[in-house]
């Protein structure tokens, strides 16, 4: 059975930084596209990051240099790495990933996380 859990969500001033991880288990995700998305209550769920199998990152316009994605295939993680965070970063952020070519679009993806809290106050 395929299971991801973030980690890290929490708490923060804005300004400060906060690092999410995700672990995947029940299957190898070395070939997968790996991302990262967030949703605010009532709202669609938006793309923050992405990284393909080989490696290469994407990101939403918003993130404009704060954030960083990174995946370890050996221990079948990925992490996102958030700096200089904005009130509007507030959201439920939640891991994800898919077998096949990178993709923005959150229907794409087959497998999910249950979604970590991140909240960054004024």
């Known amino acids: 059975q395929v299971q991801l859990v973030e980690s890290g969500g929490g708490l923060v001033q804005a300004g400060g930084s906060l690092r999410l991880s995700c672990a995947a288990s029940?299957?190898?995700?070395?070939?997968?596209?790996l991302a990262w998305f967030r949703q605010i209550p009532g709202m669609e769920r938006d793309f923050v990051a992405g990284?393909?199998?080989?490696?290469?990152?994407h990101y939403g316009d918003f993130v404009k240099g704060r954030f960083t994605i990174s995946r370890d295939n050996a221990k079948n993680t990925w992490s996102l790495q958030m700096n200089q965070l904005k009130p509007e970063d507030t959201a439920v952020y939640y891991c994800?990933?898919?077998?096949?070519?990178?993709?923005?679009?959150?229907?794409?993806?087959?497998?999910w996380g249950q979604g970590t809290q991140v909240t960054v106050s004024t």
């Open positions: 990284v393909s199998f080989s490696g290469n990152t």
């Open positions: 994800a990933a898919r077998d096949g070519v990178w993709t923005s679009r959150a229907s794409e993806y087959e497998h």
């Open positions: 029940g299957r190898s995700f070395r070939l997968h596209s």
